[in-house]
């Protein structure tokens, strides 16, 4: 039986997570310190939100689920249910549908395995498994590890037993004490977190500790998971439990801003209940849950209160597990490249043996011999988009006819959706084979490289005139 205090943390931390998603949304990317004091632009709903949406997944897996989950559950759930092209949701669908194994599904050929797409939907594991920190930070582990490496993996466990031990009426300060026992010593988010930490003790003002944050953690990629993990510590430190304070100090941070303020107003809605939460940030929002097009064939709820009444009733359904730290030391099997669906062959310069690729990051024989070329068996005129991206600068060329000059220096983010300008090109062609030309402006096995086919809608696309099983539906 559920305490009535426990569902009023519930309901605190969908609506807290609700309120900071939606402050957080327009400011999403920006890489400075903003100047927010609420919402701006003044909303009058929720706008779905990944944050959210991902949960309402996990919500329905539960539901179907028996008394435990496994990798493969979440695998079918993901085929099944989320159609998202983002950054490491993109590459976690690509590498299910080409049949990779599901214990190396979240590092293969991921650039993104350290984002925060896995640490945005711990709420769940803590609110399933109040004090019970070592339940929420497995079930959290095997959530992440879908999509991601171990910084993304770490993220989720530390939200998820830090906000496991809130949610049981811990202190901020004793819970991250016992959420970092639960990540490697010698990752980059266990440094951040504790640069933070250890700042906010000495008296160090909260902008100050910022830039020096960012000194030591700044990333190209807004969304890299310990610079964001840290600052949202850094707003729930520096925010005194004040939950308007706090979640205006996580979007006016920048970054990943909307992941950033909904994980500071979940654990503080955690914290506090709903009524704990300022009335003037419920009422342009409401209680309303809208889902996006990515999440298909669920029953999301319509209202947080049905939300939270759905979570509680499964509140002891899962087992508890013994936390043994085993996912830091496991090594996922190696995948054969060549033998998946969607891989070809890259032909470097100089005449060296071909090489398996299939979309993304190009092999190191190609960096060091300075390009390549391939054949593009288009089956159809379709429209498709095409990215080139190397820190020296790269061409690529389409049957001898120079499509993108990417130039020296640009930020290497190879997202679909949001490569450096001048990096990217949308072509139809003829139906048939085409010949394909990449040419890096420097020879260098180090230098980061690639070229990615996608599709209209962002989604990776494959090279072959064969498509791959499980169509990718979000629509562009």
């Known amino acids: 039986m559920v305490s009535p205090n426990h569902v009023a943390r519930i309901h605190g931390c969908w609506m807290g997570k609700s309120v900071g998603g939606t402050l957080g949304l327009p400011a999403e990317g920006k890489m400075e310190r903003l100047n927010f004091s609420f919402y701006d632009p003044v909303p009058t709903v929720a706008p779905p939100n990944d944050d959210l949406e991902l949960q309402l997944v996990w919500l329905h897996l539960v539901e179907q689920a028996g008394v435990s989950l496994t990798q493969g559950d979440f695998a079918n759930a993901w085929l099944r249910h989320i159609h998202y092209m983002w950054d490491e949701y993109g590459r976690c669908r690509w590498n299910l549908r080409r049949g990779v194994p599901v214990e190396s599904v979240g590092t293969f050929e991921n650039p993104f395995h350290a984002g925060m797409g896995s640490p945005i939907r711990s709420e769940i594991w803590a609110c399933l498994f109040p004090g019970d920190p070592g339940s929420a930070a497995h079930y959290a582990a095997l959530d992440a590890s879908l999509d991601h490496g171990t910084e993304g993996i770490a993220g989720e466990v530390l939200f998820a037993a830090m906000q496991s031990e809130i949610a049981a009426g811990k202190s901020l300060e004793q819970a991250i004490t016992a959420a970092l026992r639960y990540i490697p010593g010698n990752c980059e988010t266990f440094r951040a977190v504790n640069f933070v930490r250890e700042r906010h003790r000495r008296g160090v003002s909260e902008w100050e500790t910022w830039e020096a944050l960012l000194e030591c953690h700044q990333n190209e990629n807004f969304t890299h998971a310990p610079l964001n993990i840290a600052l949202t510590l850094w707003a729930l430190l520096y925010g005194g439990g004040d939950f308007e304070k706090s979640i205006l100090l996580a979007v006016n941070a920048g970054y990943d801003t909307d992941c950033t303020a909904a994980t500071v107003g979940a654990t503080l809605g955690l914290a506090l209940g709903k009524e704990g939460i300022p009335r003037r940030w419920i009422a342009p929002i409401g209680e309303g849950v809208f889902v996006g097009p990515g999440i298909?064939?669920?029953?999301?709820?319509?209202?947080?209160?049905?939300?939270t009444s759905r979570v509680a009733a499964l509140t002891g359904k899962l087992d508890a597990r013994t936390w043994d730290g085993g996912i830091w030391t496991q090594r996922p099997p190696a995948v054969s490249l060549a033998s998946l669906p969607g891989t070809i062959s890259l032909f470097p310069v100089g005449g060296s043996e071909p090489a398996a690729w299939a979309n993304g990051e190009l092999p190191a024989a190609v960096r060091s011999s300075g390009g390549a070329h391939w054949e593009w068996r288009g089956a159809s005129g379709e429209p498709?988009?095409?990215?080139?991206?190397?820190?020296?600068?790269?061409?690529?060329?389409?049957?001898?006819?120079?499509?993108?000059?990417?130039?020296?220096?640009?930020p290497y983010v190879p997202a679909t959706h949001r490569s450096a300008p001048g990096s990217s090109v949308d072509v139809t062609i003829a139906p048939g084979h085409h010949t394909v030309r990449f040419e890096l402006n420097q020879r260098d096995t180090q230098q980061d490289a690639c070229v990615i086919l996608a599709y209209p809608n962002g989604h990776l696309c494959p090279w072959t005139e064969a498509e791959l099983p499980e169509k990718a539906l979000l629509p562009s």
């Not at 064939?297 to 939300?307: C, K, S, V, W, Y």
């Not at 498709?384 to 220096?409: M, S």
Request: hydrophobic share 45%.
């Open 384 to 410: 498709r988009k095409i990215i080139c991206l190397a820190r020296g600068g790269a061409r690529l060329f389409i049957d001898n006819k120079l499509v993108i000059e990417c130039p020296a220096g640009l």
């Open 296 to 307: 298909r064939d669920i029953p999301a709820p319509e209202t947080l209160t049905e939300l």
